[in-house]
């Protein structure tokens, strides 16, 4: 199981590494926006895609929209993890292509039960 | 000709005080995983926190202003190792340290934000902005209200201030 987290704050990409370390997947590719996110995923397989929306450069919506237009990439699974959860973000959000949703701030299980949810999906 | 001053409703600001003061509570309880001790709140910009680290998110919309998050060196030590998952012995780097800090100042203004969605107030906020030093003053160039509410981390006190401005009263 290989994830790719995008996120600009390197606090944040540590704290979701870390989750994912504590839930058992070691496998975690790290860009910090979505151009390096883009990239990243042309490098190599990625199974779950978890990203920030405020972004430097490319935002998580510009991100996720790209992302969908590549080929093979409509069905990846993303997770949006951010402090954007007022009702037009969720929607706007989900528009763009977002599989699952995580407001910060959030628990483990909460990542877990998100991740689970996608993966389900 | 002068403009006239921003009329500030306390009666009108106290729910954003408290929507605020439970953001942080949440933020704390959830992400850096302590439970913080409350003070009495402050009003106006008479007492000033002795702090090292602050974080700054300005927010406009129905109203405007800022959220501003005040820590010393030692308290932002010690959140930064608590969000890193560090032991408290290591020692993080200054750009860590901000990085941890402007995260902390987004989660609680962005769930200020989306709670007072809720309640109808539609607000676009900045990013995070972090300064860091020994002998600074953090001023607002705003006359709206300002409140400051204390908070004990173990040993360490840190500040959450709301600074908020209201329509103008013309009369």
Redesign the interface.
């Known amino acids: 199981m290989r994830f790719l987290v995008v996120d600009d704050s390197t606090t944040m990409r540590r704290i979701i590494v870390n989750t994912l370390n504590k839930l058992g997947y070691t496998e975690i590719m790290e860009a910090g926006n979505g151009r390096e996110g883009l990239d990243k995923v042309t490098e190599g397989p990625v199974d779950l895609v978890i990203t920030d929306w405020n972004m430097p450069e490319m935002n998580g919506i510009e991100f996720i929209r790209a992302l969908r237009a590549m080929d093979g990439k409509q069905h990846l699974p993303v997770l949006m993890v951010t402090t954007n959860a007022a009702k037009d973000d969720i929607v706007e959000a989900l528009r763009a292509g977002v599989t699952n949703y995580v407001v910060k701030p959030f628990t483990s299980d909460t990542i877990k039960e998100k991740i689970d949810a996608v993966l389900a999906h | 000709m002068a403009s006239p001053a921003p009329v500030v409703d306390r009666h009108a600001t106290q729910p954003l005080i408290e929507t605020l003061r439970a953001c942080t509570h949440?933020?704390f309880g959830?992400?850096v995983g302590t439970a913080l001790a409350e003070g009495t709140p402050l009003v106006g910009d008479a007492l000033r926190p002795q702090s090292n680290v602050v974080g700054q998110i300005g927010f406009g919309g129905s109203s405007s202003g800022l959220v501003v998050f005040y820590a010393t060196f030692a308290g932002a030590r010690a959140i930064?190792c608590s969000?890193?998952?560090l032991d408290t012995a290591d020692e993080p780097s200054k750009?860590?340290v901000a990085?941890?800090i402007?995260?902390i100042t987004?989660?609680i203004?962005?769930?200020f934000?989306?709670r007072m969605?809720?309640e109808g107030d539609?607000w676009a906020v900045s990013?995070p902005t972090v300064t860091m030093g020994s002998d600074f003053y953090m001023t607002a160039l705003t006359d709206g209200q300002r409140t400051m509410l204390p908070f004990r981390m173990d040993d360490h006190e840190i500040f959450v201030e709301l600074v908020i401005t209201t329509k103008v009263r013309r009369t």
């Open positions: 949440d933020v959830t992400m930064t969000l890193l998952g750009p860590e990085d941890a402007g995260e987004n989660m203004a962005g769930s934000r989306t969605a809720t539609a990013i």
